[in-house]
């Protein structure tokens, strides 16, 4: 009999300790830090920051209807479980107790239309285009960002705002459909083929804010990121100006540029088939435009901070570099890479 006790004993412990494990896991799972620059529990523009309100009172309201819930049925398992003293009767039947099943009707019912109340509003809020909004085209490549804005710049990958002002962001699709997430500044918005999706985002502190695509576009979707640039007012029309402005190229790139502007490698593929540089004749929109290719900080979707040797390595092998780049692997040789880095390096 002991013998038995000291099973079920055992048993009983293992149980309680794979329970605590698990629940355990699943905590430390969702730890993050307070300052994890994709968090979106920690908001940094006003649209983030509604959102992250209501999140607030319905998660509250999940969570208390969670341990109602789930702890009536653990009581319910434990009271009426097999072998307990007791346990094998059957619980007293509800079925048909017309004022109880109006009761767990009525009380849903009223925790919907009390949150409904909370989330249309916030809904609508969001959906709201402000009259003073800066306007920018978002165009989600495989995997890259292409920005427009309504003042004829042309940029990839780092999207420039002033804080204070609401940015309209008129979403695009150029071949596959994309999710825009810059998790601090909004939630996420869809970006489907052929379709023409909205959002409003603002910050209003300058900074850098990291964002992500955030729907599965193929093998380098991981790789496919973003990153919101806030400026004070004075520094965002100057950053404008200087991308109106033609690039400088000249100097010791200039044999860059010559083979950036006429070159033939592999395949016949050329570099202004696919890219534009203001200022030349290099008008191709498959791939980013490299205008200003200097004044930005990463390239390549954001993956690589953009310097020599990272701009080399890139030439080099481009999906070597970024698995499924449409950019081939051109063919270059070592003296031809130095040259086109050096131009590259001259966008500025």
């Known amino acids: ?14 149980y309680i300790v794979r329970l605590v494990a698990l629940a355990s896991t699943l905590l430390l799972s969702a730890c993050i830090s307070a300052d994890s620059p994709m968090n979106y529990l920690h908001p940094e523009g006003p ?8 999140w607030d009172v319905t998660f509250a309201i999940a969570a208390v209807v969670f341990v109602l819930v789930e702890g009536g049925l653990i009581f319910i398992l434990f009271k009426y479980r097999e072998g307990r003293k007791g346990g094998n009767v059957d619980p007293k039947q509800l079925h048909g107790h017309t004022k ?63 804080v204070d002002q609401p940015v309209r962001l008129t979403l695009k699709s150029g071949d596959v459909i994309h999710s825009y997430w810059i998790p601090k500044l909004a939630g996420k918005q869809d970006v489907v083929p052929g379709r023409v999706n909205h959002m409003v985002i603002e910050a209003t502190e300058p900074g850098t804010y990291l964002g992500q695509c955030a729907e599965y576009c193929g093998l380098s ?18 950053w404008v100006q200087e991308q109106l402005a033609d690039s400088a190229n000249e100097g010791s790139a200039a044999e860059g540029k010559e083979l950036f502007l006429t070159g033939k490698f592999a395949g016949d593929q050329a570099c202004v088939s696919c890219h534009a540089v203001k200022g030349t ?13 200097a004044s930005r900080d990463r390239f390549a979707g954001e993956m690589f901070e953009l ?18 780049s449409l950019m081939p692997d051109l063919g270059l040789t070592d003296d031809q890479i130095d040259d086109l880095t050096a131009y590259l390096l001259s966008l500025e």
């Open 1 to 14: 009999m002991d013998r038995r006790l000291r099973i079920r004993a055992r048993s009983k412990l293992n």
């Open 47 to 54: 649209r983030a920051i509604q959102a992250d309100r209501l």
């Open 100 to 162: 109880l099943e109006l009761l767990w009707t009525a009380i849903p019912a009223v925790i919907l239309t009390g949150i409904a109340f909370m989330t249309v509003p916030v809904i609508f809020d969001q959906a709201r285009t402000p009259e003073d909004a800066l306007e920018v085209e978002v165009i989600g490549h495989q995997w890259w960002w292409e920005y427009k804005y309504d003042n004829g710049v042309v940029t990839a990958n780092e999207l420039h705002i002033p």
């Open 221 to 238: 979707h991981a790789n496919m990121r973003a990153r919101a640039i806030a400026h004070e007012q004075a520094d965002f029309d100057a």
């Open 281 to 293: 004749e290099a008008a191709g929109i498959i791939g980013p435009n490299l205008t200003h290719l």
């Open 307 to 324: 310097n020599e040797e990272n701009l080399k390595l890139w030439l080099k092998d481009p999906p070597e570099r970024k698995p499924g």
